[in-house]
Structures are given as structure tokens and as C-alpha cells.
């Protein structure tokens, strides 16, 4: 007899007992042998479980203990295991915002991929499921071959290959064949060797949903001189958000001077970037604003083309991040205005962005401190990524970023890396269609990324709806990264990802050029794609869902994937652009008092002989000193004008983030009150707020300022009468 997984089994019985009335008169316990680590006690208690008894853990434990593999006393082992499933149970409640066990529990925060309508409705109704599947019969199969396996007379049960590459286990996209041709072909400059590697990528086994999708080519391509140059498509690819922390500054700085060079972008992650770069070829393009604030400041701000702020990361989505004490030295302390040895963890929420409308306050002040950059939103590839998107575009962003689950970190709990998150493929589809849907898909730019390798995904990716593309592991192994997975430890063995200055010096093989070629290669054979299906420019690719098929699939389980949704645009109009029709999404708060406060400040910034100046203020007047802070850092740095400041003195009710970004030798006195955000990431300078003269209230007992105030605030003085 075959078991009913347990997870089935805990659903089915869950909605049952709700349906009867039941359920609170009852527990539901688990007794299984498939939960193993939190990612499955949490699959398990959040469709219903009272408690899980994970029997066959226990027992493995048990025998590990007996055979020497694991020292320790029985009962310190069990210990211990229960602690490093609760702890990981913690972080996948506090990711969701969830405090206590009981509010999880039944809560059903999964999303079902490739699960048909009899599964969900019997064990997981409820739950989103933009991608329909696998029947009770296919899980049947599975279960009747897993059996099989098991109680094999002849050959031993085999080790598998979930967490690692083993030979003849489970496929890896990024396994040894795979790695060691890339890096043969962009260190020789060898192009044909670089078609081997497509060809071991875009003909492997169904692992990704892109996989099942063939693109219809020409019997007679077109030349490929009709095609748009190498330039132009090089200007659609950037490289995805790794800080300097997390790569060596060699590594760091390659991505940037190789990406500039050939007309890219790079991107800083979000760990600040060394203001000696500022300027140079090393500079990276996009500059990251991520939860933790590190390194945020004025010069940091107004040295980007782009600002891009991580609301969330695919491999790890609702996480924030984190950097090992062990990696943070000297120099990355200083930029992220840390103490060495420290380890330093981002939070999984931004706490200045609790609604869109927060975030469309943060766009705000990010366009105030430097008009010129496009501001980007990076969003997990979840179901309802759609209508977040929406929010987003009206939210005044430029551009959109859909990160898929099959990214890379160096800063993830395995479970993370195996279980959350979602394919590129369903949150870029998604959000194209409703964006298209709401007339907003000319007024913002798309981009992807998670795990684009080839050609061909770009070439896939373009077709479901992205302008542009990230890249952030394929041009780490083009530099050298072996895909050890031990980028956390800080010894890594090939010196990209570690600031052990030893392995640095002696195992660091990386060069710009090795850079240029993976992304010159991935270039050219977009344009080969192009010429195959008739297109000539990636423009006229965007969206156009004709010109893919839906593969059959290789077992039945594949078979029964309903890939349509990802291909049907056929409600919405053909009139609504597929592509951003404009340079940028401008605000409709014009920032008419900082455009003021520019004007009557800018020759004593230029000039560096400081000033004072009075005007009033009203609540819709929002991010002042911003403006100023960003002319004051373009010209002088952080600090710049502190031997002669400027002092601005206002009357009124500001609005929301006042004295956010203020830079040195800025300083703001404000007779009234202000709303929330006051002083937020400001690195220098001075703000002074007191109620106005002759007021009845008592100033200790009254509110004068708002919430989240210095949020990310890295020097400065703040007095607050209130």
C-alpha cells in the first residue's frame, strides 16, 4: 500500500473538520516521515497541523549516532535538531509578518505550481495556483517509482542530488559540464566554445517552465546585417545586485568596468560602493537602496543613472539580507558605517514603506535627491506580482524588475534556496498582462532576472514582456566562481566571493575581459535568435506571445502542465503598447518649494560661501532638502559645505520627509511641525524643529514629528522640541 503524503492528508482533513463545524474541537497531529526540514513543518502546520512528530528524522539522527557519523548524547542531538527547526520556523513566520505559531497555522501562505484544480480543491483549496497540473494520478506514479526505489532488493538507496551536484542525481543548471564550458569559452574568447555551453543549458532535461516553451523560427532566417547591432542589445543587460561584501572588491569592480564598457549597466547591491570609484569606470550605474540602508547617502545617491530600490529578492523573497561578521573588514565597515567583525543583517521589511503609498514616497524623495536617475522597483516573481506592479507604475517608478526564485544568494538558508520564491516566467507574464490590462505598460520599463544564462532566454524572456535583462551568477562564474556554495564562509576557494585578502592574491583569476566576452557572446546569439524568427529588433519582440509554442513534455506529470496563462493576452486590446513608450515616469508633485530652494542656493553651493534663506512651508510640500542635499553632494560630497554652511528657516507644517538625504553644511530650521520620515538616511548636517512662538500646548506632552524618523540616517543632528 502506497502512503497519502502527508501534506495531502493534513489539508483534506483540515478543510473536512472547518466544513463540519469541527475544527476547533479538534487537533490534528502529524505523524510522518517527510518532514524534514522547516520549509515542510511549515507546509504542514500552515495547512492546519496542530504538531508534527517527524518519526523518520529521529530515527536517521538515532542511527547516525550509533554508526559515529554524528557525536554527541541522543538527547543534546534531538535538541538541537528541534532548535534549528524552530529557528528556521521563526524566520518563514517573520518573513510573512506573523508573530505566534497559532496565527500560521491554517493560514495557507503557499503558493501551488503545477498542481491541477482535484488537488487544490481536496487538500489546498484556497490557495493561488496560477499554474495548473499535476492530478492525484501522477502523484500516485511518483509515489509508486519512490516505492520502488525503496524497497529495491538489488541496489542500495541512492544519496540523490538535492542539495549538491551528484552524478546520475538530480539535474543542476549550473553543474560542473555547464560551469567549466562557460569559463573555457569566455577566458579563451573562443565563441564556438560558447555554443557548446548553450547547448548544454538550452537542451538540458524540462527543468524550468521556459523549458517547455519552443520559439518559432523561420525556414529562411534573415540576414544577419538587417539585425540591430551588438550595441543596442548590450544596452538592455545589466548585472544583478551583489554587494561589494559579498563579492571581493576585485570581483565587484570588474562586473562595473566591464559592464561600462561595453554600455550597460552594473549594479552596486546593497552595500554603498567606495567614493573613489565615483566617477570612474568602475562605477556602478544602478545603485541599490535595500532595507538595511547601508551605505546610503547623498553621494552615493547622485553618483547613479539608476536607483533601485530591493523591496525583495527572488532567490530569498521577504528575507532581507546578510553579511557574516567574517566578511565585513576594514573597508566594508567603513562603507557601510558598521564596526568590523559585525555581522550585518538587513530586515526583511523597508520600515519606511508599510503601503504603496510609502513606497511612492520613497520613488519621491529618490527623484528629489537626483532628478536625472531612473528610479526601479525589484519585485519577487509571487502570485499577485501583477497588481503590485500596477501600484508600482502609478507609483511614478521607471522601471520594474520581476526576480525569479532561481537567482543566486550567498546569504539564504538552503530551505529558502529550494522552496520559495517563483519562476521568472509566471510573475513576468503576469505582470505584463496586467499592466497592459490597466493601460500603464507604456509608462514604465520591465526587466527580469533569476538564473538567464543564454541567448535564448533573452530571446524567451522578451517575448513574455521584459525590456531588459539581469545577470548576476553567469557573470560571476565568467570570472571564475566554481559554484562552490560556500560564498557565506569567506573562504572562497576562487577568491570572487571572499575578502580573505590570501585567497584574493593567490586564487582570483578573474579580468574584464572575460566579462565582456560572456555578455558580447549572450549578445550576439540574441541577435542570431532575431534573425531565426524573422525579427529585427528586440523592441518588436516584446510580448509577441505568437511566436511561441507549448512543448508536450516528457512525462505525464509535464504533459498535464497548463502553460496557457502564460501565453494569453487575448482580453486585452492589441492597441495597449507592449513596451514603455517613455524616457521616464515623471511625478505629478512637481517639487515646486525645493525647485525654489534650489534657485535661491545654488550660487552660494557653487561658490562654497554659504547663506540663509526663510520661506514657508506646508504639509504638501514633501522631501525638502533633498533637492539641495543632492546639488551640495554632486559638487562637494557628503560633507562638502560644512566649513560654510547653508541654513534654510521655515514657517509652517512640512510633509512627509523632511530632511531626508540633508548632507553636510545643510541646515534646516523649521517653526511648526512635521510629518513622517524626518531625517531619513541624512549623513550630515543639522534639523531644528520647535512648536511656534506663543503656543498653548506643552511642548513635552505634543507630538511635533511623525513616524520612522532617521531611518537609515548615518550622522547629523536632529532637535526635536516635542
Known amino acids: 500500500k502506497l502512503p497519502v503524503h502527508a501534506s495531502l492528508a493534513v489539508g483534506a482533513v483540515h478543510h473536512r473538520l472547518t466544513e463540519q463545524g469541527l475544527r476547533c474541537d479538534s487537533n490534528i497531529l502529524v505523524e510522518t516521515a517527510t518532514a524534514r526540514d522547516p520549509h515542510h513543518f511549515a507546509v504542514l502546520i500552515g495547512f492546519g497541523a496542530s504538531a508534527v512528530y517527524p518519526f523518520l528524522a529521529y530515527e536517521v539522527l538515532g542511527d547516525l549516532i550509533r554508526t559515529g557519523e554524528v557525536l554527541g548524547d541522543l538527547y543534546e542531538v534531538f535538541k538541537n535538531y528541534r532548535k534549528g527547526i524552530t529557528k528556521g520556523l521563526l524566520k518563514i513566520l517573520s518573513k510573512m509578518g506573523i508573530s505566534t505559531v497559532a496565527s500560521y497555522r491554517g493560514a495557507q501562505l503557499f503558493e501551488a505550481i503545477g498542481l491541477s484544480e482535484e488537488v487544490c480543491n481536496t487538500s489546498f483549496r484556497g490557495v493561488p495556483s496560477r499554474l495548473k497540473g499535476a492530478r492525484f494520478v501522477d502523484i500516485e506514479a511518483e509515489q509508486k517509482a519512490l516505492a520502488a526505489e525503496a524497497w529495491s532488493p538489488r541496489k542500495p538507496i541512492q544519496q540523490g542530488g538535492l542539495l549538491k551536484f551528484v552524478y546520475g542525481g538530480e539535474y543542476h543548471a549550473y553543474n560542473p559540464d555547464v560551469v567549466s564550458t562557460l569559463q573555457a569559452a569566455v577566458q579563451q574568447g573562443d565563441y564556438s566554445k560558447f555554443k557548446e555551453y548553450t547547448a548544454l543549458v538550452d537542451q538540458r532535461p524540462v527543468s524550468m517552465i521556459r523549458d517547455l516553451l519552443q520559439v518559432k523560427t523561420l525556414d529562411q532566417p534573415l540576414n544577419i546585417d538587417e539585425i540591430e547591432p551588438l550595441s543596442e542589445i548590450l544596452k538592455r543587460f545589466d548585472s544583478a545586485g551583489i554587494s561589494l561584501g559579498a563579492l571581493s572588491p576585485e570581483a565587484h569592480e570588474a562586473l562595473a568596468e566591464a559592464m561600462n564598457r561595453l554600455g550597460a549597466r552594473s549594479n552596486s547591491g546593497e552595500g554603498g560602493e567606495d567614493p573613489a570609484r565615483y566617477g570612474t569606470i568602475r562605477s556602478s550605474k544602478i545603485k541599490q537602496i535595500a532595507t538595511g540602508r547601508f551605505g546610503v547617502t547623498p553621494e552615493y545617491l547622485v553618483n547613479a543613472d539608476v536607483l533601485q530600490i530591493k523591496v525583495a529578492q527572488g532567490a530569498k523573497p521577504g528575507e532581507g539580507g546578510q553579511l557574516p561578521g567574517g566578511k565585513v573588514n576594514g573597508l566594508i565597515a567603513k562603507l557601510r558605517y558598521a564596526v568590523p567583525g559585525v555581522t550585518l543583517i538587513s530586515p526583511p521589511p523597508h520600515h519606511d514603506i508599510y503601503s504603496i503609498e510609502d513606497l511612492s514616497q520613497l520613488i519621491f524623495d529618490l527623484k528629489q535627491v537626483n532628478p536625472a536617475a531612473l528610479v526601479s522597483v525589484k519585485l519577487v516573481a509571487e502570485a499577485g506580482v501583477g497588481t503590485i506592479a500596477a501600484g508600482v507604475a502609478k507609483a511614478y517608478a521607471d522601471l520594474i524588475t520581476i526576480s525569479g526564485y532561481d537567482g543566486g544568494t550567498g546569504a539564504s538558508p538552503l530551505t529558502s534556496i529550494k522552496y520559495a520564491g517563483a519562476p521568472w516566467e509566471l510573475g513576468l507574464a503576469e505582470t505584463h498582462q496586467t499592466l497592459r490590462g490597466n493601460d500603464l505598460r507604456g509608462k514604465v520599463r520591465v526587466q527580469t532576472d533569476g538564473g538567464l544564462k543564454t541567448g535564448l532566454d533573452v530571446i524567451k524572456a522578451a517575448i ?74 528586440l523592441e518588436e519582440l ?13 512525462t505525464e506529470k509535464q504533459r498535464h502542465l497548463d502553460l496557457t496563462p502564460l501565453l494569453g493576452s487575448d482580453h486585452i486590446p492589441a492597441d495597449k503598447p507592449q513596451f514603455s513608450l517613455v524616457d521616464r515616469n515623471p511625478p505629478f508633485d512637481k517639487g515646486l518649494l525645493a525647485e525654489k530652494m534650489v534657485e535661491l542656493a545654488k550660487p552660494a553651493i557653487e561658490s562654497l560661501s554659504g547663506g540663509e534663506f ?60 512635521a510629518n513622517d520620515y524626518v531625517g531619513k538616511g541624512m549623513t550630515a548636517g543639522k534639523l531644528v524643529i520647535v512648536p511656534p512662538k506663543g503656543s498653548p500646548f506643552k511642548t513635552n506632552e505634543s507630538a511635533i514629528i511623525g513616524n520612522t524618523c532617521l531611518y537609515g540616517a548615518t550622522g547629523g543632528k536632529l532637535f526635536a522640541a516635542g
Open 464 to 537: 513574455l514582456g521584459a525590456e531588459s535583462f539581469g545577470f548576476g551568477t553567469a557573470p560571476m562564474i565568467a570570472l571564475g566562481c566554481k559554484y562552490l556554495r560556500i560564498c557565506h564562509l569567506n573562504n572562497c576557494a576562487t577568491g570572487v566571493a571572499t575578502q580573505n585578502e590570501k585567497l584574493r592574491k593567490d586564487h582570483y583569476i578573474g579580468t574584464v575581459d572575460m566579462v565582456i566576452n560572456f555578455f558580447t557572446y549572450v549578445a550576439e546569439e540574441t541577435r542570431e535568435w532575431l534573425a531565426r524568427l524573422g525579427v529585427r529588433t
Open 542 to 554: 516584446i510580448g509577441r506571445t505568437d511566436l511561441l509554442d507549448i512543448l508536450p513534455g516528457e
Open 614 to 673: 526663510e520661506l514657508d512651508i506646508c504639509n504638501c510640500d514633501r522631501s525638502i532638502g533633498a533637492r539641495i542635499s543632492g546639488e551640495i553632494a554632486k559638487l562637494h560630497g557628503n560633507q562638502g559645505m560644512n566649513k560654510a554652511p547653508i541654513t534654510f528657516r521655515f514657517k509652517g507644517t512640512a510633509g512627509q520627509s523632511f530632511g531626508v538625504w540633508n548632507a553636510g553644511g545643510l541646515n534646516m530650521y523649521l517653526e511648526g511641525d
